[in-house]
């Protein structure tokens, strides 16, 4: 079983639709959760980070935290062209400081 | 704020040679971490400094990598002699002593092992 799982993709939304991307954790005591945004032969780009269950909203971002579940959520509202990315899910686990990452899911939005 | 650089963003080099990247993180962050994407696989962890100390080397593969960060400013990654596994996109990223842990990475340097 990988630290991190995400559904590779590529999920595919109309523009303007709601993008949901979703990504699970093994390790229980993980407390750091993060969202980047990875455009092709760029670097990851930090989009939303999140520490405690529930929602934290930035703009047309959510993120979305349930540790009894081991998920984490990404939800872009208004999805727009330029939306269009790999979006990985990243961890910290337990007593460390490295971010482990998944696999990322592609995203398309469709104009 | 100058963001996280590296250089060069391209090498290729033959198998058995000698590489050396270069990471330039954000003044003033003690946190500096490399991490390593090789094709079709994960982004992943290949070691950590604080400041001029390794806190974590856990990611490296094998002894033919060597880090250094000479006065806990920039730091170097060095291949020798490098396989043709190595190949793949390698990333700097950098964060502060505390608060956010979200680090910001730099470009990257693609290399390529024939």
């Known amino acids: 079983q990988k630290e991190v799982e995400q559904n590779s993709g590529p999920l595919s939304v109309p523009e303007g639709a709601i993008a949901s991307l979703n990504c699970t954790y093994s390790?229980?005591?993980?407390?750091?959760f993060f969202w980047y945004r990875q455009y092709s032969g760029k670097s990851p780009e930090l989009i939303m980070s999140?520490?405690?269950?529930g929602d934290k909203e930035d703009g047309r971002f959510t993120a979305q935290l349930n540790k009894a579940s081991q998920y984490v959520s990404l939800l872009i509202r208004d999805s727009q062209p330029s939306d269009s990315a790999t979006y990985l899910c990243?961890?910290?686990?337990?007593?460390?400081?490295?971010?482990?990452f998944g696999s990322g899911t592609r995203l398309q939005v469709q104009p | 704020e100058a963001g996280v650089t590296q250089f060069p963003s391209h090498s290729v080099i033959e198998k058995g040679q000698t590489v050396t990247l270069r990471c330039d993180p954000i003044?003033?962050?003690?946190?500096l971490y490399w991490y390593r994407r090789v094709m079709g696989k994960e982004i992943k962890f290949l070691l950590h400094?604080?400041?001029?100390?390794?806190?974590?080397e856990s990611g490296m593969p094998n002894n033919r990598f060597l880090a250094e960060r000479t006065g806990g400013t920039y730091s170097t990654l060095k291949v020798q002699p490098a396989e043709l596994e190595d190949s793949g996109v390698y990333f700097c990223?950098?964060?502060?002593?505390?608060?956010?842990?979200?680090?910001?990475f730099g470009s990257g340097t693609r290399l390529t092992v024939v």
């Open positions: 990243a961890v910290i686990n337990t007593g460390r400081r490295a971010l482990t």
């Open positions: 990223a950098s964060s502060q002593t505390t608060g956010n842990y979200g680090y910001t």
């Open positions: 390790d229980r005591g993980s407390q750091s």
């Open positions: 003044s003033g962050h003690d946190n």
């Open positions: 400094f604080v400041k001029e100390s390794k806190q974590d």
């Open positions: 999140i520490y405690s269950n």
